[in-house]
């Protein structure tokens, strides 16, 4: 999983992710396979600002990022890419600008639109693995059949009140997210109540599940489903399966 | 026989309870036991949970369906055993 041109780590660079570098497991080979990575996050919100971060300061190489509109009032109790003063200009303007602040070697290709029907395979075609943190399940299955159809790793992150939802998903191995939830589902609102503390808890774990991927190092939700609740510290793992009659990657498809 | 249901996302506002034990019938299957679980809340709460979860006495296709911690798919009403907890929860996403 290697598509930056350059993955030889330069002296300064040794010195930004000493700390990481000396995980187990991790080292130079894991953290050349970081800067060789091209990781999708769409949207880039209160979700995927979180992942956007923490994978920009591990030191990434390239981040896709999709999100369109303007910065709102109500995006700053979680979309930490996001600033007062841009209150009103285009959020992908300052999602770049702060991600750049934090790692200005990160190699960005921002596109000020959420993902379509249209764009999905442009935006999939420039990265290894996909972060799904979009709002609408349109854009969500959108992205799942594209990974599929690539065999592009995808994370998939949720949240709901104080609650989240977090698999990864390999095709070909694991359940789809058609598995899971096989189409739009009538009864989602857009617009749900939570707290930014939630979305920054499961941004970082999905963001960790990227790291993992990208680099083999440790074991991700593959087949499973962590969902927990932040009101009373549940935390479950479920194991998911493959529908057979999955329409994205069961038999019919 | 006891079970237990753990109401997630939307179905735990709904339901106005995150957990919820019945008392079943020997040998009660999935789908029974959910309309007894609904049944027994109060008036308002079934009503709202209601369509979250049954629609003509069939499961919400959308929904999510663990039994022992391993996901029941749609199509799926396995027989329950005493002692079984069910966790539910319907969609969610990011934003």
Redesign the interface.
């Known amino acids: 999983m290697t598509s930056h041109p350059d993955p030889e780590l330069s002296a300064h660079e040794q010195d930004v992710y000493s700390w990481q570098i000396t995980v187990p497991g991790h080292g130079d080979a894991g953290q050349m396979a970081l800067k060789g990575a091209s990781v999708l996050i769409s ?1 880039v ?4 600002s979180v992942v956007a971060l923490e994978l920009a300061a591990a030191g990434v190489g390239r981040l896709v990022l999709a999100h369109g509109g303007d910065v709102q009032p109500s995006d700053l109790n979680r979309q930490l890419l996001m600033t007062h003063d841009w209150i009103g200009k285009p959020r992908i303007e300052s999602v770049e600008r702060r991600l750049k602040e934090l790692n200005p070697r990160l190699e960005t290709l921002c596109l000020a639109e959420n993902v379509t029907a249209e764009n999905v395979q442009g935006l999939v075609a420039e990265s290894d693995l996909i972060v ?6 349109e854009e ?1 299955l959108l992205m799942n059949r594209e990974a599929v159809a690539t065999e592009t790793p995808m994370v998939e ?5 104080l ?3 977090l698999t990864t998903i390999l095709p070909g191995r694991t359940p789809c997210l058609a598995c ?4 739009s ?1 009538p ?2 609102k ?3 109540p ?1 707290f930014g503390a939630v ?1 920054g808890s499961v941004g970082c774990m999905a963001a960790m599940e990227a790291i993992k991927v990208i680099t083999g190092n440790g074991e991700p939700l593959a087949g499973k ?1 962590l ?1 927990y ?1 932040l ?2 510290m ?1 935390f ?6 493959r ?1 057979p009659d999955c329409p994205v990657c069961g038999s019919a498809s | 026989m006891k079970l237990t249901l ?1 109401w ?3 179905l ?2 709904a339901a106005g309870t ?1 957990l919820q034990v019945l008392d079943c019938p020997d040998g009660v299957q999935l789908t029974e036991a959910l309309e007894q679980a609904i049944a027994e809340l109060p008036d308002d709460r079934s009503e709202a949970l209601r ?2 979860v049954l629609v003509d006495g069939r499961r ?3 929904l ?1 369906v ?1 039994l022992d ?3 029941v ?2 199509d799926g009403n396995p027989e329950l055993r005493p002692g079984s907890t069910l ?1 539910l ?7």
């Open positions: 949207r919100g209160g979700l995927g799904d943190c979009a709002p609408l399940f969500r992150a949720a949240m709901y009140e609650q989240a939802q899971i939830t096989p189409h589902p009864a989602w857009r617009r749900f939570v979305s489903l969902t609740d009101r009373d549940r479950l793992t479920i194991g998911i399966q529908r | 753990e997630m996302s939307q735990r506002v995150a369509p979250l919400v296709s959308a999510l663990a911690g391993v996901q798919l749609t966790v929860s319907s969609p969610i996403a990011g934003g």
